[in-house]
């Protein structure tokens, strides 16, 4: 049974940082794409990031280039997500995917598996 282990999430200062990490057991790690996507009170959850199962290739929505980061440790089983540069636009509860193939991803489609989710609150 695979599961999907999210911490990291917290309240945070506009203009802040958190790690988000998502441990993964129950099936092969390095042979899957990873990926976080999150969900807004009212809004449909929403594609963030993603990284293959190398971790060589990575994808990330519009809305986050530039500020937030994926990156794995196939070691560890884990997948992270540095968010820098919080905006209040980015409260959201951010769950941990794991998709089907080793490719990244970037639809829910694409997904197999989901975390619970972990709650991020950026404050103006």
């Known amino acids: 049974q695979v599961q999907l282990v999210e911490s990291g999430g917290g309240l945070v200062q506009a203009g802040g940082s958190l790690r988000l990490s998502c441990v993964a057991s129950?099936?092969?790690?390095?042979?899957?794409?990873m990926g976080w996507f999150r969900q807004a009170p009212g809004k449909e959850r929403e594609f963030v990031a993603s990284?293959?199962?190398?971790?060589?290739?990575?994808y990330y929505a519009d809305s986050v280039k530039g500020r937030f980061t994926i990156s794995r440790d196939n070691a560890k089983n884990t997948v992270y997500l540095q968010l820098n540069s919080l905006k209040p636009d980015d409260t959201a509860r951010y769950y941990c995917?794991?998709?089907?193939?080793?490719?990244?991803?970037?639809?829910?489609?694409?997904?197999?598996?989901w975390g619970q989710g972990t709650q991020v609150t950026v404050s103006s």
């Open positions: 129950g099936r092969t790690f390095s042979s899957y794409g």
């Open positions: 990284i293959s199962g190398s971790g060589a290739s990575t």
């Open positions: 995917a794991t998709g089907r193939t080793w490719l990244f991803f970037a639809t829910e489609k694409e997904v197999t598996y």
